[in-house]
């Protein structure tokens, strides 16, 4: 049966049931998932549901399901409109209003409300960076994961010290519109103390990026992701290197689940053999006993 006939007859048994009064099921009887009852009775026997079918098929004969006259305009503007969006100079355009919101509203506050020179470690006071310049660490979270599960990569992250290995968001919380709503979620997963309500809590030295393009880049569909890349060439200094035509890259490797960033790194090492990923992966390991 057509689509179109199966609305039909649909609506026909609906006519018929209007007709006739419907179908009732005394008060109190409880219908299964099998349309059985708890006392093995069928909801609605074999011959009225053969009765039904016969008159809905004779009725889908007699209705049609009018044709949509713009589906053939709305089908070529979802297309047009997909590859508007998907569009380098559109993604560029995303990322520039991105990049001036993250500049002039989300990154400011962070540095007036946590002043305290203790509060954050400066990327140029860390130590020498394990990566060599071309390599790159992304965690890829979103806030719908447990707020410990993040502060638990915020934490390794800043045991790291290394200012290539880099916490990833697709995008702002709740829109572009509601920055106070990023900026809480930003403030819980980075504070040292949860507990901490004053306006200079100590806060974790680790790089977070609102940066939807890397999630496309490296096809992140599922989160928590660790994504360590080789052989990174950025074209624009300060620009996304989720971005084809500003950044190429020669290998990457992913591995997705919760578990600790040091032993993600030792999983992806075992297939890449790289002494900069067994040394970080060490470093965090011993940050946790110092």
Request: net charge negative; aromatic share 8%.
């Amino acid at each position: 049966m057509t689509f179109k006939r199966m609305i039909a007859a649909v609506t026909a048994m609906l006519i018929y049931f209007i007709a006739n009064g419907g179908v009732s099921v005394m008060a109190g009887t409880e219908i299964n998932s099998d349309n059985t009852c708890q006392d093995g009775m069928t909801g609605i026997s074999p011959d009225v549901t053969s009765v039904l079918g016969i008159r809905a098929e004779k009725q889908s004969e007699q209705l049609s399901v009018p044709e949509n006259k713009h589906e053939k305009w709305a089908k070529e503007k979802a297309v047009e409109i997909t590859a508007i969006y998907n569009s380098p100079e559109f993604q560029k355009r995303v990322l520039d209003e991105t990049e001036r919101l993250k500049k002039e509203i989300f990154n400011k506050p962070i540095e007036e409300y946590y002043t305290d020179s203790k509060s954050i470690t400066s990327m140029k006071d860390r130590a020498e960076s394990r990566l060599s310049k071309n390599e790159r660490i992304y965690v890829f979270v979103s806030s719908s994961m447990p707020i410990q599960t993040i502060r638990n990569y915020a934490t390794a992250i800043d045991k790291a010290r290394d200012p290539k290995v880099v916490m990833v968001i697709r995008g702002f919380l709740n829109g572009m519109d509601d920055i106070n709503s990023t900026m809480a979620f930003v403030s819980r997963v980075l504070v040292r103390d949860s507990s901490c309500d004053s306006i200079n809590c100590p806060m974790f030295s680790a790089n977070l990026e609102i940066d939807p393009l890397l999630f496309r880049r490296y096809r992140i569909t599922e989160v928590p992701s660790v994504v360590y890349a080789s052989n990174v060439q950025l074209f624009t200094p300060g620009g996304s290197e989720g971005i084809e035509g500003n950044a190429s890259v020669g290998q990457f490797y992913k591995v997705t689940g919760d578990a600790a960033l040091d032993y993600n790194l030792e999983t992806i090492n075992s297939h890449v053999h790289e002494k900069s990923l067994e040394d970080l992966a060490e470093l965090i390991r011993k940050g946790y006993y110092q």
